[in-house]
C-alpha cells in the first residue's frame, strides 16, 4: 500500500519531518500558510530560511491550500506552534475524511485554557480518532542532515503509533512507542519553559554545576506535574522527558535557550525575540504551566522564577536569589510526592 502523509507548519520542524518522511519513500505533501513562502520552496526545492541546502526529494510537494491535504492523505502530522494547534486543526476539518489518523510533533499546551493537545484533538475531531505524539530529543538541522536520532510516539491506538513509526523509523532514526500521550506531551511543553531557564543561568554567567542542578530539579517539576495530570513516571525518564530536557537546556540549536541566554545578558524580550525570528514556545508554556501550578497547588519554583522573569519583569538574578534563599529541605523529600 502506497504511504502517504500529510504534514501541516512549513518551518523547522515540519519541513524536516517531511524530508525525512520523503526520504523513507513516502509520497509526502507538506502545507504552510504563507503562500509566499510555499512557493519559494516549490521553486528552490529547498526551505531555505530554516533549513538551507537540505534539498527536497521528488516525492515531497508543498502547497498553501489545505484541501489538498484532504485529498492527497488520511494521515496527517501537525506541526504547527501550539497556539495555531486548534485554529489548524479547525480549518482542516472540512477537507478531511471521518477516516482521518491525527498525529502531531507540536510542543506545548492550548493556550486558551492549558489544556493537553490531545484533548483539542478530541474536541475538534471526536475521541475515537485515531491520535498520536511525537516527541523526544530532536532538532530540526539533525534530523533533516540524516544525523542519528530517536523519539518516542505515544499513542492509546497501537496500531496507529507502529504505523507512524514506520513512515518515519530508518536506519539514521529510531522511533519507540509508547502509550502514554499525557507524559509525553507534559515533557515537550515543560521543558521549554526550563530550557529558558537554563539559558538565564548560563547567560548571568553561571557554570556547569548550576546548570546541572536546574536540569535535575527541573525534571522534579516536570514529573510532579505530568503524573498530577494522569502520565506515568518512567516517561519522564525517557527520550520525552529527561532526553529532551538534556537536548534543549545544553544546546545552543535551542531557541528557547537562547532567548534565556539572552535575558540573563540583560538584553529584552523584545530584543531577543527580534534576534532569534522563531517561535519561542516557552513563553507561553511558562504562563499555562504556571496556571497548572496553581490550579493544583503544586510547588514548582523553578517555573515560578521563570514565569515571573517573563511575566512580571522580575531581574534574572533576583530569580535566581529568590531560589537559593528558600528553605533547606531533604532532597528525598521533593520525590516522595511523586506518587501522591
Sequence with gaps: MLCKIGILGAGSWGTALAILAARNGCQTLLWGHNANHMEALRQDRQNKRYLPEQLFSENLHVTADLSEIGTFCNLILVCVPSHA?????????PHLSKSVKIAWATKGF????????????????SPQTPAAILSGPTFAREVAADLPTAVTIASTQSDFANQLAGILHSGRFRAYTSTDIVGVEVGGAVKNVLAIAAGIADGLGFGANTRAALITRGLGEIIRLGIKLGGKQETFMGLSGLGDLILTCTDNQSRNRRFGLALG????????????????????????????????????????????????????????KNLLARDQKSEYQLEQTFES
Excluded: C
Design 85 to 93: 494547534f486548534k485554529d489548524t486543526l479547525t480549518r482542516i476539518k
Design 110 to 125: 492550548n493556550p486558551e485554557d492549558g489544556a493537553l493537545l490531545h484533548e483539542i484533538v478530541a474536541e475538534v475531531f
Design 265 to 320: 545578558q540583560d538584553k529584552s524580550k523584545a530584543i531577543a525575540l527580534r534576534e532569534i525570528r522563531q517561535e519561542i514556545e516557552g513563553i507561553s508554556a511558562a504562563k499555562e504551566t504556571w496556571l497548572l501550578a496553581n490550579k493544583y497547588s503544586m510547588e514548582m519554583p523553578i517555573i515560578e522564577q521563570t514565569y515571573r522573569v517573563l511575566y512580571e519583569d522580575l531581574a534574572p538574578l533576583t530569580a535566581v
